[in-house]
């Protein structure tokens, strides 16, 4: 990796860690405005050093089948997860004091525009955006220098520590769950779309659709 490609994905992950802390925590703008935003530009700039981000080879219909069943396979994930952290709760109420808080808080962000319109931004361009950002760049940069197996485990690590601001337990679980998930699957194919489209179904569907509280 040479010295301009090196400034370039540091910059670009330090830049997603001041607007995660904006959206978050000092929450200046309409949230969906911002991540709308956010994800838009994270995405221009990978595509901006990433050139092909996306192969094209990669565009099949059994790469798109794949994503879907993914995305299927992670929402089934979070459901079974969100029962037992239920289960948790009652069993050892000090471990998660607030977990119906927590839950709640990440879904009060909805507010302010429609639900119609919420999931066709999380579909486009933010399921999109942060999918193209983390694992079509940075995760790929990190393995082009030192490998998959460390690639997988910084952008994970780095993917659920942009959330750590939030102070949510459940926010920081799901996004370390999502980070195995997408970040494992590219790892283990080299593929970018189908967690792409899983990531784009997914997000909608939990957030919107089908949300599990």
């Known amino acids: 990796m040479n010295g301009e490609r090196h400034i ?3 910059a670009g992950i330090g830049l997603a860690f001041v607007l995660w802390f904006l959206m978050f925590v000092l ?5 969906w405005v911002m991540l709308t935003f956010s994800t838009s530009l994270l995405s221009a700039i990978a595509f901006y050093l990433v050139r092909p981000l996306i192969a094209k080879s990669e565009f099949t219909a059994g790469n798109v089948l794949l994503g879907a069943l993914l995305a299927a ?3 089934a994930l979070f459901y079974v997860g969100n029962q037992f952290l239920v289960l948790v709760s009652r069993l050892f109420p000090s471990l ?6 927590n839950i709640a808080s990440v879904y ?3 507010g302010g525009f429609s639900p119609t319109l919420v999931a066709s931004l999380l579909f486009f361009p933010i399921g999109f955006g942060e999918e193209v950002f983390w694992r079509g760049f940075v995760q790929r940069r990190f393995q082009e220098r030192g490998g998959g197996r460390s690639a997988f485990v910084l952008t994970t690590c780095l993917y659920t520590a942009i959330h750590l601001p939030t102070g949510n337990p459940v926010l920081i679980l799901a996004a ?3 980070g195995l998930f997408w970040g494992g699957f590219y790892w283990a194919t080299g593929t970018l779309v189908p967690v792409l489209v899983s990531h784009m179904l997914w997000d909608p569907f939990i957030f919107v659709i089908m949300p599990i509280k």
């Open 96 to 101: 998660l004091p607030d977990r119906a808080g």
């Open 27 to 31: 929450k200046p703008l309409n949230f």
């Open 108 to 110: 009060a962000n909805l």
């Open 73 to 75: 396979l992670l929402y």
């Open 8 to 10: 370039g994905l540091w």
């Open 176 to 178: 370390l769950t999502c």
